[in-house]
């Protein structure tokens, strides 16, 4: 009933600054000889009143995914502050909105803490990365967090992510910041990937992409770092084990690639 009545509320004021908003469309065009100008507002404002709408729309035992509040408290413990502010920018530009989500399953699937990755951006302090569910509609995943707001997090469009899918592989290029590597999961298939990245311009840039696919001599968990050996400045080596033949003999290769 209380739902009801809190739709019925949302439809009349959107009919009411519906009608405010064409008077003012009318004043502006007849002032400035455009509509340009309102077209933002409107959008901003549709926006915003659907967010009114969704968030009233949460009960005791669910949260937005944007919830950042939520998300400080509850998941990441107060042990760091996460800043999604730029996201959210993002997200109200595209009308991407959050979504309901059970507060279980953020205890079920989203509580997995932190992974220590040593220093990465060459600010001598320790950087961690960790995993949260898509924070909109629009993306189609979870993603990558770290702790340190100015390093960008990594979007995926998997489900099953982890902090431990993320490594941190040495600095290949020299430029005082680390690279990575992420172990990428469809969830169901033995057919996996591995993708290095490198942190250019506080931005990360997709270096390589290549397969792993699931056998009984690497095991992800315990080999994941095996994969890789740095040559030489911007010279790494990486081990593609693209397939596993009918005796059960790896088809694999050393494979080399250069990072600037």
Same mark, same amino acid.
């Given at each position: 009933?209380?739902?009801?009545?809190?739709?019925? !509320?949302?439809?009349?004021?959107?009919?009411?600054?519906?009608?405010?908003?064409?008077?003012?469309?009318?004043?502006?065009?007849?002032?400035?000889?455009?509509?340009?100008?309102?077209?933002?507002?409107?959008?901003?404002?549709?926006?915003?009143?659907?967010?009114?709408?969704?968030?009233?729309?949460?009960?005791?035992?669910? !949260?937005?995914?944007?919830?950042?509040?939520?998300?400080?408290?509850?998941?990441?413990?107060?042990?760091?502050?996460?800043?999604?502010?730029?996201?959210?920018?993002?997200?109200?530009?595209?009308?991407?909105?959050?979504?309901?989500?059970?507060?279980?399953?953020?205890?079920?699937?989203?509580?997995?803490?932190?992974?220590?990755?040593?220093?990465?951006?060459?600010?001598?302090?320790?950087?961690?990365?960790?995993?949260?569910?898509?924070?909109?509609?629009?993306?189609?995943?979870?993603?990558?967090?770290?702790?340190?707001?100015?390093?960008?997090?990594?979007?995926?469009?998997?489900?099953?992510?982890?902090?431990?899918?993320?490594?941190?592989?040495?600095?290949?290029?020299?430029?005082?910041?680390?690279?990575?590597?992420?172990?990428?999961?469809?969830?169901?298939?033995?057919?996996?990937?591995?993708?290095?990245?490198?942190?250019?311009?506080?931005?990360?840039?997709?270096?390589?992409?290549?397969?792993? !696919?699931?056998?009984?001599?690497?095991?992800?968990?315990?080999?994941?770092?095996?994969?890789?050996?740095?040559?030489?400045?911007?010279?790494?080596?990486?081990?593609?084990?693209?397939? !596993?033949?009918?005796?059960?003999?790896?088809?694999?290769?050393?494979?080399?690639?250069?990072?600037?």
């Amino acid at each position: 009933m209380n739902f009801i009545k809190r739709l019925f !509320v949302f439809i009349i004021c959107l009919v009411i600054v519906s009608c405010e908003r064409k008077i003012e469309e009318k004043h502006i065009e007849e002032r400035t000889g455009t509509k340009k100008l309102f077209l933002e507002p409107i959008n901003q404002l549709s926006y915003e009143w659907q967010l009114v709408f969704i968030k009233n729309g949460t009960s005791k035992d669910s !949260v937005l995914s944007n919830d950042i509040q939520f998300i400080n408290d509850s998941i990441l413990k107060g042990k760091f502050k996460l800043d999604i502010s730029k996201y959210e920018i993002e997200s109200r530009k595209k009308e991407c909105y959050p979504i309901w989500l059970r507060k279980k399953l953020f205890d079920e699937f989203y509580n997995e803490g932190y992974n220590n990755l040593g220093d990465l951006n060459g600010d001598n302090k320790t950087d961690s990365v960790f995993v949260l569910h898509a924070l909109n509609y629009c993306e189609e995943g979870d993603s990558y967090y770290f702790t340190d707001n100015s390093i960008p997090r990594i979007l995926t469009d998997s489900n099953c992510c982890h902090p431990s899918n993320i490594i941190n592989i040495g600095d290949i290029d020299e430029d005082g910041k680390s690279e990575i590597a992420e172990y990428y999961s469809s969830c169901a298939s033995r057919y996996k990937a591995i993708t290095i990245y490198s942190l250019k311009k506080s931005k990360w840039k997709e270096i390589k992409s290549f397969s792993f !696919v699931l056998n009984d001599k690497y095991f992800i968990d315990k080999d994941f770092k095996k994969l890789f050996r740095k040559t030489s400045k911007n010279h790494l080596e990486y081990y593609e084990i693209s397939d !596993v033949n009918m005796e059960g003999d790896l088809v694999a290769a050393w494979e080399k690639i250069k990072i600037e």
